[in-house]
T-cell receptor, first 112, second 113 residues
């Protein structure tokens, strides 16, 4: 079975500052890792995913994430945030042939 | 290409009433899923389907039933609604089950009074 931890439930940050949203997972099998974003009153949209290969993954809107197998982490980063990045961010893990397991989410608030 | 659509967008039910949520996808995906989203708990899988005519239980299936009579549609039913089922419900679909992203609908906000 898999589980996902997102330690920060809320992250406030000023516009143009860097941000890191943390995600740790546990699994007894190899996993695929995903970050989704949810804007207010909308469904979830894929930001980026790690399936294999390079551990640094680049996604949409300038976000990137790094897979660290030894630390079982998949932290999301952006070097300079905008007001429009205000949203809730979900980390998800999937074992091959299994279902998604989502973390509880991190609410990112970008302040002017 | 509409992607994943959900009907209705909002609904208020009284305890004990029944209703059906409809999910439709036009991407020819084999796999479809129903999740509920509650504050601080992320998304939890209710039921899923690996193809037309098949359904399976997820993490929180109690109080819900599903049907997949057509490949493009996945219905979620509440036979006797309870206040604990107040939530936002999301449908998703994917081409394969492992290693592929899921595409989400816009959600249905259900309130049970």
């Amino acid at each position: 079975a898999q589980s996902v931890t997102q330690l920060d439930s809320q992250v406030p940050v000023f516009e143009e500052a860097p941000v890191e949203l943390r995600c740790n997972y546990s699994s007894s099998v190899s996993v695929y890792l995903f970050w989704y974003v949810q804007y207010p009153n909308q469904g979830l949209q894929l930001l980026l995913k790690y399936l294999s290969g390079s551990t640094l993954v680049k996604g949409i809107n300038g976000f990137e994430a790094e897979f660290n197998k030894s630390q079982t982490s998949f932290h999301l980063r952006k070097p300079s945030v905008h007001i429009s990045d205000t949203a809730e961010y979900f980390c998800a893990v999937m074992g091959y042939g299994q279902n998604f397991v989502f973390g509880p989410g991190t609410r990112l608030s970008v302040l002017p | 290409n509409a992607g994943v659509t959900q009907t209705p967008k909002f609904r208020v039910l009284k305890t004990g009433q029944s209703m059906t949520l409809l999910c439709a996808q036009d991407m020819n995906h084999e796999y479809m899923y129903w999740y509920r989203q509650d504050p601080g708990m992320g998304l939890r899988l209710i039921h899923y389907s690996v193809g037309e005519g098949t359904t399976a239980k997820g993490e929180v299936p109690d109080g819900y039933n599903v049907s997949r009579l057509k490949k493009q549609n996945f219905l979620l039913g509440l036979e006797s609604a309870a206040p604990s089922q107040t939530s936002v419900y999301f449908c998703a679909s994917s081409y394969v089950r492992g290693g592929d992203e899921q595409y989400f609908g816009p959600g249905t906000r259900l309130t049970v009074t």
